[in-house]
């Protein structure tokens, strides 16, 4: 019911294309191998292989799609797994339709996509270390020195939760200097994704 309802919601949305959807993460794979999408959006629990699973086969595709987790309240330490494995963000299933609709066309652009809803706890169980799975075997301050002073700045302002567009505006640059610079940070600092360099931001107090 609910894959059917985001299917009608996202058939009706301009700009959005539904080429496949699939009842668990296996099929989710199999048909993004063939269709290619931009963009996945996938339940955390499903029966018969799960979201989570599904997500470093996603992920190995060339091109890999964009990955967004669908979740609930409550559910943080799949979303913190998730966001290790690579997932570009999470959305609530409570959220409207215009807030789903405005996820998956950040991610489609390249951004992080991250549900107020649940965003606060996530960033507290990491401060607190509450998610052993996702260290690194180099130290943050190993981590951040690779980075040069305008890379640091953006990674504190990836911490802030900042589109590339907000990025660009702020720093005076063009967005595509601001995807070249994001794409230098997730290197240097070993990140899947902008949101695991926006947690490393929060985690070690980086300032702009």
């Known amino acids: 019911m609910i894959r059917h309802g985001v299917r009608l919601i996202l058939k009706h949305t301009d700009g959005i294309d539904v080429v496949a959807e699939a009842p668990d993460g296996v099929r989710a794979v199999a048909e993004a191998a063939e269709h290619r999408p931009d963009v996945v959006l996938l339940d955390i629990r499903m029966p018969g292989g799960d979201g989570l699973a599904a997500i470093r086969p996603l992920l190995a595709l060339d091109p890999a799609p964009r990955v967004v987790m669908l979740t609930t309240f409550g559910d943080e330490p799949n979303v913190l797994r998730a966001l290790h494995d690579g997932a570009c ?16 066309r950040a ?5 992080a996509v991250l549900s107020p809803g649940v965003t606060g706890s996530v960033i507290a169980r ?8 996702l260290g690194h075997p180099d130290s ?38 601001v995807k070249t610079h994001v794409r230098a940070v997730l290197e240097k600092t070993g990140c899947a994704s902008r949101v695991q360099a926006a947690l490393l931001a929060h985690r070690t107090d980086l300032r702009p």
Not at 107 to 111: R, S, Y
Not at 149 to 160: N, T
Request: glycine fraction near 14%.
């Open 89 to 104: 963000g999470f959305i609530l299933k409570d959220e409207g339709p215009q807030e789903l609709i405005s996820a998956l």
């Open 126 to 133: 990491m401060l607190r270390g509450a998610s052993p799975a």
């Open 140 to 177: 943050e301050d190993e981590r951040l020195a690779r980075l040069t002073a305008r890379e640091r700045q953006v990674l504190a302002m990836l911490g802030e939760g900042l589109s590339n567009q907000d990025l660009a505006e702020r720093l005076g640059i063009g967005v595509g200097t």
């Open 107 to 111: 991610a489609a652009a390249g951004d």
